[in-house]
């Protein structure tokens, strides 16, 4: 195979340029919102950072770690920034496994759009629970994207994980 396509992230593509004619970062608003309202994709909110699923996941799951400092450098983050983001991270592994019982994880971040940054003025790393098998032909023949849960049950699942290991 000489090239693969992925058109649904057209859809995630489209929708910067929108949002690129504004001043406001997705990441800056986000957590102005109620965890539990529809409209927001927040499962955790911390004291430096938040856990968000991705509206446009790769698969079911995907979350991402953010801090509230609009910041796209690394370096810049202070270190009581990134000791909450790997703990977040730690904690988000957790509420995964509880819900979803993925066999693997990706975790890492696009620093910058040359690396695949699609918002790269906002620093954030991404979770992206795997099972065996969930890579399949669908995206590439059949330009389908599977996504086996819907992002509201996903959300809701991962509140109430995240809700019982913070009680702990």
């Known amino acids: 195979?000489?090239?693969?396509?992925?058109?649904?992230?057209?859809n995630y593509i489209d929708s910067f340029k929108t949002r690129k004619d504004s001043d406001e970062c997705v990441f800056c608003e986000a957590p102005k919102k109620e965890i539990r309202s529809?409209?927001?994709?927040?499962?955790c909110k911390n004291d430096l950072c938040y856990v968000m699923l991705n509206l446009y996941p790769y698969n079911s799951g995907h979350l991402m770690i953010?801090?509230?400092?609009?910041?796209?450098?690394?370096?810049?983050l202070s270190q009581d920034e990134m000791t909450e983001m790997m703990e977040m991270v730690q904690l988000s592994i957790k509420a995964l496994d509880l819900t979803m019982n993925p066999q693997g994880f990706?975790?890492?971040?696009n620093l910058g759009k040359a690396a695949g940054a699609g918002i790269d003025t906002h620093l954030h790393f991404h979770?992206?629970?795997?099972w065996s098998g969930d890579i399949n032909f669908m995206p590439a023949i059949g330009e389908v994207k599977i996504i086996s849960q819907d992002l509201l049950?996903?959300?809701?699942?991962?509140?109430?994980?995240?809700?019982?290991l913070l009680k702990k």
């Open 1 to 10: 195979m000489e090239k693969l396509w992925s058109p649904w992230r057209s």
């Open 38 to 43: 529809q409209e927001s994709l927040v499962v």
């Open 66 to 76: 953010i801090p509230y400092r609009h910041q796209s450098d690394m370096s810049a």
């Open 106 to 109: 990706n975790f890492g971040a």
């Open 127 to 130: 979770i992206v629970p795997r």
């Open 153 to 164: 049950v996903t959300k809701n699942n991962l509140i109430n994980a995240f809700d019982h």
